[in-house]
């Protein structure tokens, strides 16, 4: 989210069907892939030909969702897609064969009403939430992501390149890159810029920040975009937390800010305020850092998520926040006096492994518990949190986060506001997955620990 941003996010206008039923016309489609995403925010489609476009732009489609990760028993399977006509569009690299447009759905149960396990739909409904008190919600996630080798098919565990951050010479995905951002730029994603990043093998594309919902909707197209791109260059693109040991692993950093629906500005901003922050940013703040670990297992959501979240690689795991200190958890990245329209928070911890809808919604409802009940924000920490010991960390209250899934899992089992954000429906199913692959993780057996015992003991 560039200190260039403007007050008011994208939002996104919904065509009529009429207009979208031209545009594939006109885009010589041949197919239409419904998408959604189940708990753990993986993409799921339903593809049909685009005769049947129409009646399903009008009246939904049928599917059977009990074999969806967190979406119904067998018994209550019925469901349907509804089409949000305003997310259309062609997917650059099927133009070729069966060109094929791309629509994101929400999911309804069969009496119409939205259904609760729907993670698009619980944003929305956190963003009703806001929209009733006035503002909407503006996010900027940074994704970080590695490209691997591929071997006669297989993914190689060699990371495609030896460059570092920012480098130019010894950077061979310089093109690759390209053909990703081209891709995005025709999938409607506004990309600012695009780099190498400190790891190995390991780069970044960022793209512009926009409302919440527009921002879930673009991360969850950015991933399986790259990862087709990387595919027609016989690489593999991983979003997974810590593929390597021994350096960076990859975050989500999430920038947030309040814009004012009745067009007054951005909410965060206050000239008068050191750190040019308002009373709600400075609420929202306390809320954030008062439930990071109630929320940490849904920004983190997978056992090697915590094996980023470690002292020394560059992501937090300390509960505070500060302007330039970037060990912080939340941090309030410099803006020029003349561009306090772009204050804004930056969240450090997120990794870009989480379902997007769930990691904004439980971070928006966070925000809103500390604003609703006036949480008073701790002072800064702009010293670097890794070099402070144990005993300076709890002489300031410094908490930490969760550092293993299992923890993350008790802790989101104590925050009755994390809960209630994510529904009954999708609380239930997210716990019982993170705890049956907290419970695989715990019965087996690493080579490290075969190299480190196996002869000793």
């Known amino acids: 989210?560039?200190?260039?941003?403007?007050?008011?996010?994208?939002?996104?206008?919904?065509?009529?069907?009429?207009?979208?039923?031209?545009?594939?016309?006109?885009?010589?489609?041949?197919?239409?892939?419904?998408?959604f995403t189940d708990v753990m925010g993986i993409v799921k489609h339903v593809v049909m030909p685009v005769a049947e476009l129409e009646e399903a732009l009008t009246n939904g489609v049928w599917f059977d969702g009990s074999s969806i990760e967190g979406f119904t028993r067998i018994a209550e399977s019925d469901m349907f897609l509804m089409p949000d006509r305003g997310t259309y569009a062609v997917i650059p690299w099927e133009r070729n064969g069966h060109a094929t447009a791309r629509l994101i759905c929400d999911v309804h149960k069969p009496n119409g009403d939205p259904f609760p396990g729907d993670p698009r739909g619980v944003l929305k409904r956190q963003l009703a939430r806001l929209a009733g008190l006035g503002y909407g919600y503006n996010i900027g996630p940074e994704l970080e992501f590695f490209l691997f080798k591929q071997e006669n098919g297989q993914i190689a565990p060699l990371p495609h390149d030896k460059a570092g951050y920012f480098d130019v010479s010894t950077d061979l995905a310089s093109d690759v890159r390209k053909d990703m951002v081209k891709a995005l730029l025709e999938m409607g994603i506004t990309v600012e810029q695009a780099h190498h990043e400190v790891a190995i093998g390991q780069h970044e594309i960022d793209f512009r920040y926009a409302d919440a919902l527009v921002t879930a909707d673009n991360a969850i197209t950015f991933k399986y975009t790259l990862k087709a791109i990387a595919q027609k260059h016989g690489l593999h693109a991983t979003f997974m937390p810590k593929p390597l040991e021994g350096i960076n692993g990859s975050g989500m950093h999430t920038h947030q800010s309040f814009y004012r629906l009745d067009g007054g500005g951005n909410a965060f901003?206050?000239?008068?305020?050191?750190?040019?922050?308002?009373?709600?940013?400075?609420?929202?703040?306390?809320?954030?850092?008062?439930?990071?670990?109630?929320?940490?297992?849904?920004?983190?959501?997978?056992?090697?998520?915590?094996?980023?979240?470690?002292?020394?690689?560059?992501?937090?795991?300390?509960i505070g926040w500060a302007n330039t200190n970037r060990s912080a958890l939340i941090r309030v990245p410099a803006v020029r006096p003349h561009k306090r329209v772009a204050t804004r928070v930056e969240l450090r911890c997120p990794d870009p492994s989480c379902n997007p809808y769930l990691a904004f919604a439980t971070m928006l409802a966070c925000g809103l518990d500390g604003i609703e009940n006036k949480l008073p924000l701790p002072e800064p920490v702009e010293e670097n949190l890794y070099h402070l010991t144990e005993e300076d960390l709890e002489r300031r209250n410094v908490g930490t986060l969760p550092s293993t899934l299992g923890e993350a899992v008790a802790e989101l089992q104590k925050d009755a506001v994390v809960r209630e954000a994510l529904g009954e429906h999708i609380y239930t199913h997210l716990v019982d997955a993170q705890k049956q692959e907290w419970d695989a993780f715990r019965q087996h057996v690493t080579a490290w620990e075969r190299e480190r015992y196996l002869e000793i003991y």
């Open 269 to 318: 901003v206050d000239e008068n305020d050191p750190y040019g922050l308002s009373e709600v940013a400075r609420s929202f703040m306390a809320g954030l850092l008062a439930h990071a670990r109630g929320m940490a297992s849904v920004f983190a959501p997978i056992v090697n998520s915590y094996r980023r979240l470690v002292p020394g690689f560059e992501a937090p795991v300390y």
């Open 1 to 35: 989210m560039a200190s260039t941003a403007e007050t008011r996010g994208v939002t996104r206008a919904e065509p009529g069907i009429a207009e979208v039923l031209g545009r594939a016309e006109q885009d010589q489609v041949d197919f239409v892939s419904m998408q």
